[in-house]
């Protein structure tokens, strides 16, 4: 081989080696192509997973605030914490009464028993990106079973502990926002408030709120917890509210 062969195939070899370690434009296209179909499948998948840990964080929440309410009534003659015995800013709401069992770790408003978006058990995490009411997204059930009078219900005389809702994830319907809000610390029973009634928002109905993929966390006065659909409670299934009895 003389000379000029020689380099010939040098300057060949190296051509080859350069072009076996490089990628064409096309190849370089259906990579980004083949990671957007991929991005494009796990995104959801991942957003669904998310949705999900939200849900199950909510109802350990709803779970410990169950049994906060059922050590506050083991020390109370088996009474459970009514939504405010004054209904007045003295901090004897729940939220309040349920802290030493429960601590809110950040108060809105102490006096007035708002607990804070940023309180642990208190907070619902799916409700973070609702506009803020009053709750950091829970609520009890007001109109028959938690109202203020400090002889509400006890304990021992509820028939079906099961079926009657405690505190579960609720929401204001607040049209001076025109928007969902967080909710208040209670709602009303949907037989006796119309939850479709868009009114002013001191008549605006406080309604259960079906923020986990269309489900609503609800924690039972037995201290079970059980994800509804927002139908189910607007039809007040199994007499969910206590409406004709206990």
């Given at each position: 081989m003389?000379?000029?062969?020689?380099a010939?195939?040098?300057?060949?070899?190296?051509?080859?080696?350069?072009n076996?370690?490089?990628?064409?434009?096309?190849?370089l296209?259906?990579?980004?192509?083949?990671?957007?179909?991929?991005?494009?499948?796990?995104?959801?998948?991942?957003?669904?997973?998310?949705?999900?840990a939200?849900?199950v964080?909510?109802?350990?929440?709803?779970?410990?605030l169950?049994?906060?309410?059922?050590?506050?009534s083991?020390e109370?003659?088996?009474?459970?914490?009514?939504i405010?015995?004054?209904?007045?800013?003295?901090?004897?709401?729940?939220t309040?009464?349920?802290?030493?069992?429960?601590?809110?770790?950040?108060?809105?408003?102490?006096?007035?028993?708002?607990?804070g978006?940023?309180?642990?058990?208190?907070?619902?995490?799916?409700?973070?990106?609702?506009?803020?009411?009053?709750?950091?997204?829970?609520?009890?059930?007001?109109?028959h079973?938690m109202?203020?009078?400090?002889?509400?219900k006890?304990r021992?005389?509820?028939?079906?502990?099961?079926?009657?809702?405690?505190?579960g994830?609720?929401?204001?319907?607040?049209?001076?926002?025109?928007?969902?809000?967080?909710?208040?610390i209670?709602?009303?029973?949907s037989?006796?408030?119309?939850?479709?009634?868009?009114?002013?928002?001191?008549?605006?109905?406080?309604?259960a709120s079906?923020?986990?993929?269309?489900?609503?966390?609800i924690?039972?006065?037995?201290?079970?917890?059980?994800a509804?659909?927002?139908?189910?409670?607007?039809?007040?299934?199994?007499d969910?509210?206590?409406h004709?009895?206990?």
């Amino acid at each position: 081989m003389n000379m000029g062969e020689l380099a010939g195939h040098f300057t060949h070899s190296k051509f080859e080696v350069r072009n076996s370690k490089s990628f064409t434009l096309i190849e370089l296209l259906v990579v980004v192509a083949i990671i957007a179909v991929l991005v494009a499948i796990l995104l959801p998948a991942l957003a669904s997973a998310r949705e999900s840990a939200q849900a199950v964080e909510c109802q350990s929440n709803l779970h410990q605030l169950g049994t906060g309410f059922e050590l506050y009534s083991v020390e109370h003659g088996d009474f459970i914490a009514s939504i405010s015995y004054t209904q007045a800013t003295d901090g004897q709401w729940y939220t309040n009464l349920i802290d030493k069992y429960v601590p809110v770790q950040q108060w809105y408003d102490y006096v007035c028993g708002i607990p804070g978006m940023e309180s642990g058990a208190w907070s619902c995490p799916t409700a973070t990106s609702e506009p803020f009411l009053r709750s950091a997204g829970y609520g009890v059930n007001a109109t028959h079973l938690m109202n203020s009078d400090p002889r509400n219900k006890n304990r021992s005389l509820i028939s079906r502990p099961a079926q009657l809702w405690l505190i579960g994830d609720t929401r204001m319907w607040w049209t001076g926002l025109d928007d969902w809000c967080t909710g208040y610390i209670w709602l009303h029973c949907s037989v006796c408030t119309d939850w479709n009634y868009l009114g002013a928002w001191w008549e605006g109905t406080r309604q259960a709120s079906p923020r986990h993929r269309d489900q609503v966390n609800i924690c039972f006065v037995d201290g079970h917890v059980e994800a509804w659909s927002h139908r189910d409670c607007q039809q007040n299934k199994n007499d969910l509210f206590g409406h004709y009895g206990y």
